[in-house]
């Protein structure tokens, strides 16, 4: 079982930035690709960005491209999003997830919300 950890979350003001990350309680390394959700109120869930077992491939949603990046520390088992030029349609709880290979996510944090005012 794997447990994720979302932090980084907050309210920011539209052209904004903020940087998420996901803390795994295993070793990640190789064994698993990691992804990035967002839910907004009301909304189905959409992808926004996933990074390869190994890291050397990145894939992103078309509503985020060229300002958000995905990237991970395997040393620390860690994930991140840096979320830059925020729109007010950015808003939504944003969840990490991890899975054998992506697309497929087996496991899911609680998610953190992110805010962005006009």
């Known amino acids: 079982q794997v447990q994720l950890v979302e932090s980084g979350g907050g309210m920011v003001q539209a052209g904004g930035s903020l940087r998420l990350s996901c803390a795994a309680s295993?070793?990640?390394?190789?064994?698993?690709?990691m992804g990035w959700y967002r839910q907004a109120p009301g909304e189905e869930r959409e992808f926004v960005a996933a990074?390869?077992?190994?890291?050397?491939?990145?894939y992103y949603g078309d509503s985020v491209k060229g300002r958000f990046t995905i990237s991970r520390d395997n040393a620390k088992n860690t994930g991140y999003l840096q979320m830059n030029s925020l729109k007010p349609e950015d808003t939504a709880v944003y969840y990490c997830?991890?899975?054998?290979?992506?697309?497929?996510?087996?496991?899911w944090g609680k998610g953190t919300l992110v805010t962005v005012s006009p």
């Open positions: 997830a991890v899975g054998g290979a992506y697309p497929y996510m087996d496991y």
């Open positions: 295993v070793r990640t390394g190789t064994n698993y690709a």
């Open positions: 990074i390869t077992n190994s890291g050397n491939k990145t």
